[in-house]
Each structure stands twice: as C-alpha cells, then as structure tokens.
Nanobody
Framework: VQLVESGGRLVQAGDSLRLSCAAS????????MGWFRQAPGKEREFVAA????????TYADSVKGRFTISRVYVRNTMYLQMNSLKPEDTAVYYC????????????WGQGTQVTVSS
C-alpha cells in the first residue's frame, strides 16, 4: 500500500485548506483510512478517520465542526477539508491506513506541512 499526501501550505488563521491522500496498491474496501498530525515538539495525534466501505467517520474533539474527512471511492483518494484554521493546527499531516479488523495503522504517507500564521 502506498499513500501520498498533498495540499499542505502556509495559510492565515481563519482560512480553509484541503489535503488529499492518493492511495494505491490495496483493496481499500477492507481498510480504515485516517489523518494524523504532528506538531514540532509534540507527539503525533489522531485527527480523523473514515471507513472506506461505508464512509463512516470519526474525529478528534479538537477538530470537530471544523474539519471534514471524505473519500472518493472509485478514485482511491481521501480528503481532509480544514476550515477555520488556527495556529495550533500547524503540523505535518499524515494519511494512514489500517485493516478494518485491526487497531494499528500499518501504512503511512510521507506527510505534508500545514502552517497557519496568526
């Protein structure tokens, strides 16, 4: 499985940004795909996840109501729409994948930098 993120850049507080994750090399109907982020000096944290087969979603409390995770099933592409961005959203954002029956994310992308200036 290969995951490639794109879309990160420098934005201002209050702006919106959409990240993309292109997935290949797997049958993704059996997967849960997620977004994680890691800010400088902090541990990587969960942001959101989507079950590929039925589109069910979960979110971290810190992004609920501001971020939306989605996927285009036939394109094997996942998105993270981020609205009302805050400086504390600054981080490297990673997409990841795990089997539906598992708990650990086995596959990771290389990350894309999102910087939110105040």
């Amino acid at each position: 499985v290969q995951l490639v993120e794109s879309g990160g850049r420098l934005v201002q507080a209050g702006d919106s940004l959409r990240l993309s994750c292109a997935a290949s090399g797997g049958t993704f109907s059996n997967y849960v795909m997620g977004w994680f982020r890691q800010a400088p000096g902090k541990e990587r944290e969960f942001v959101a996840a989507i079950t590929w087969s039925d589109g069910g979603t979960t979110y971290a409390d810190s992004v609920k109501g501001r971020f939306t995770i989605s996927r285009v099933y036939v394109r094997n592409t996942m998105y993270l729409q981020m609205n009302s961005l805050k400086p504390e959203d600054t981080a490297v954002y990673y997409c990841a994948a795990r089997y539906k029956g598992g708990t650990a994310y086995d596959y990771w992308g290389q990350g894309t930098q999102v910087t939110v200036s105040s």
